[in-house]
C-alpha cells in the first residue's frame, strides 16, 4: 500500500482514498506572467511522478491543476509592457505548456482558469461573510482566521510565532495580521469583476478551493505542491473549507526545494532561472531524472554539474537501448500501466523492489537506482552469453523508467557534418595533447545537444 507524507499529520501514512480505485489530486499550477522557473520543473515533476505511479498500480487518476490568470504580477506586467492582461497570459502560458512537453509531463485531466470561476468565488465570498467569518475593510473583503477552528495546520508552527512573522502589510483596518484578502476591490484601469460587497477581483487564495471542491467534490484525495506554497497559501484554502464546513484534502503532499548555486529557489527570492531556458539548450529528461534520483522532500541542486552528471547517466540507458534494440513504452506519449506488477515480461523480483521503494513514500531514489542496477545486469548478462536472462533485465530497466516518465531513445541519430568537423578537430587536439582545446570542443558539441564519448576510433557523438 502507498505510503506518503502528509503535512498535516507531520507523518508518513497510508494513503487512503475517498473511492476505491479513484484517486483525486489537485496540484496548485502556475500564475502566467513570466517564464516558467526551475522550481516549477521539480514541483510538476514530483507530481507528475506520483501521478505515473498510481496509474502504474492501475488506480483511476483525476489530476486537476489551475492556471492563475489575474493577479497583482500579471496586471503589472501588463501595465509595464503596454498591453492586456490576456496577451500576457496567453504568451506566458504557451510557454508553461511547452515547457511541460519538454518535460514529458502529462497534461492534467481539468485545468481551470481562475476567471472562469469569478461567479463562485463571489458567491463563496458572499457566504463566507453571511457566516460572520469575513469582513470588508476600505480594500477589500478579510478571512478572520481566528474564527477557524485549527487555523495553522499546515504551518506546523504556533499561531504566536505565525502572527509575530505576518509581513505588515500597511493594512491597519485587518484585526489580525495573519488575517488574508478574500476579495480585493478594483482600482481604476484594472480588471473587475462585479460583486454584492463591490467590484474587485478574487484574492488567490480563494480559487484553489473553489476549483478544486468544485472539479474534485468534498473530501478528495490527495492536494500538492511546493513546500513554499504549505503556509500560507494551502493554509488559507484550507481554513475557507473549514469555515464553510466542507471536508478538504485528505492528504496533503509537498515537495522539497530547488537549490541554485547554495540559493533556495523562489519567486520571492528574486533568484529566477528559467525553465524555458535549461529546457533549450539540454535534454528534458535529464531534468526528469536529476529529480528522480532525490527524494521528493529533500532539495535537489541543479547546477550545469548535476545537470551534465544526469545525462551522462541518461547515456546509460539509452546505449542499453540500443544495445537490446528496446522500443520506448512512452512512443505515443503515453504512461505504463502494471496493475499486476509482475507480468511474465517482465523480471517479477526487480518490479517487487520497484513498488516497495515507490510505495515507501515515493522514494524514487531507490527505485531508480534499481532501475540503473538492472541495466548493469543485463550489459554482464549479454556480456556472458546469458541471452534470456539478459533481454529480460533490459525490458524491466525500460518498462520501469517508462513508468515513470523516463524514456529511453534507441534510435541513433546521425551527427551533421558541422558537429562531425569539430569532433574531428576535438581528436586532433587530443593527439596534440591540447585538452584545454579538446575540452572548450567538447563543451560545444554538448551545447549542440550531442553526449560525447571517448571511443576506440576518436569521439563518438549520440543525441541526448
Ligand atoms: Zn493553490
Known amino acids: 500500500m502507498l505510503r506518503l507524507h502528509d503535512t498535516a499529520t507531520a507523518s508518513v501514512r497510508p494513503v487512503e482514498l475517498r473511492e476505491p480505485g479513484q484517486v483525486s489530486m489537485y496540484v496548485c499550477g502556475p500564475t502566467v506572467y513570466d517564464y516558467p522557473h526551475l522550481g516549477h520543473g521539480r514541483f510538476t515533476l514530483v507530481f507528475d511522478v506520483l501521478r505515473r505511479y498510481l496509474l502504474f498500480l492501475g488506480l483511476d487518476v483525476t489530476y486537476v491543476s489551475n492556471i492563475t490568470d489575474i ?37 492534467p485531466t481539468a485545468t481551470p482558469h481562475a476567471t472562469d470561476y469569478v461567479d463562485d468565488m463571489v458567491s463563496l465570498v458572499g457566504d463566507l461573510m453571511a457566516r460572520g467569518v469575513a469582513y470588508e475593510t476600505s480594500d477589500g473583503v478579510y478571512l478572520d482566521v ?87 497559501h494551502h493554509e488559507n484554502e484550507r481554513a475557507q473549507a473549514v469555515a464553510e464546513g466542507r471536508p478538504f484534502a485528505r492528504h496533503w503532499v509537498h515537495n522539497g526545494w530547488v537549490v541554485v548555486d547554495g540559493e533556495k529557489m523562489s519567486k520571492s527570492l528574486g533568484n529566477f532561472t ?15 531524472l536529476l529529480v528522480l534520483r532525490s527524494h521528493y522532500r529533500s532539495p535537489i541542486e ?27 513504452p512512452l512512443a505515443d506519449g503515453g504512461y505504463v500501466v502494471d496493475g499486476v506488477g509482475a507480468g511474465a515480461d517482465l523480471d517479477p523480483s526487480a518490479v517487487e523492489r520497484f513498488r516497495l521503494a515507490l510505495d515507501d513514500d515515493l522514494d524514487t531514489a531507490a527505485a531508480t537506482a534499481g532501475i540503473f542496477d538492472l541495466a548493469r545486469r543485463a550489459n554482464s548478462a549479454m556480456d556472458a552469453g546469458d541471452e534470456a536472462g539478459a533481454e529480460l533485465a533490459a525490458r524491466t530497466a525500460a518498462v520501469l523508467a517508462a513508468a515513470l516518465g523516463l524514456a ?17 578537430e576535438r581528436d586532433a587536439a587530443r593527439a596534440a595533447r591540447d585538452w584545454a582545446r579538446a575540452d572548450e570542443l567538447r563543451a560545444v558539441l554538448s551545447e549542440r545537444g550531442w553526449a560525447v564519448e571517448d571511443g576506440q576510433a576518436g569521439t563518438v557523438l549520440r543525441r541526448r
Not at 275 to 288: F, I, K, N, P
Request: net charge negative.
Open 274 to 288: 528559467s525553465l524555458t531556458d535549461l529546457l533549450a539548450q539540454r535534454d528534458g529528461r535529464a531534468y526528469r
Open 408 to 424: 529511453v531513445r534507441p534510435a541513433d541519430v546521425a551527427p551533421d557534418d558541422e558537429s562531425l568537423a569539430l569532433a574531428a
Open 71 to 107: 493577479d497583482d504580477n500579471i496586471i503589472k506586467r501588463a501595465a509595464e509592457e503596454g498591453r492586456s492582461e490576456e496577451e500576457v497570459t496567453e504568451e506566458y502560458e504557451a510557454a508553461w505548456w511547452e515547457a511541460m512537453d519538454a518535460l514529458g509531463v502529462l497534461r
Open 302 to 328: 541543479v547546477t550545469a554539474a548535476t545537470i551534465a552528471d544526469a545525462e551522462e547517466a541518461l547515456v546509460r540507458l539509452d546505449n542499453l537501448a540500443r544495445r537490446f534494440s528496446l522500443a520506448d
Open 146 to 232: 481566528d474564527k477557524v477552528p485549527g487555523y495553522g495546520l499546515l504551518a506546523g508552527q504556533p499561531l504566536d510565532s505565525l502572527r509575530a512573522g505576518a509581513r505588515v502589510e500597511g493594512n491597519d483596518e485587518k484585526r489580525s495580521p495573519l488575517d488574508f484578502v478574500l476579495w480585493k476591490r478594483a482600482k481604476p484601469g484594472e480588471p473587475q469583476w462585479a460583486a454584492p460587497f463591490g467590484a474587485g477581483r478574487p484574492g488567490w487564495h480563494t480559487e484553489c478551493v473553489v476549483m478544486s471542491l468544485d472539479l474534485l467534490g468534498d473530501g478528495f484525495d490527495i492536494h500538492g505542491g511546493g513546500q513554499d506554497l504549505k503556509f500560507p
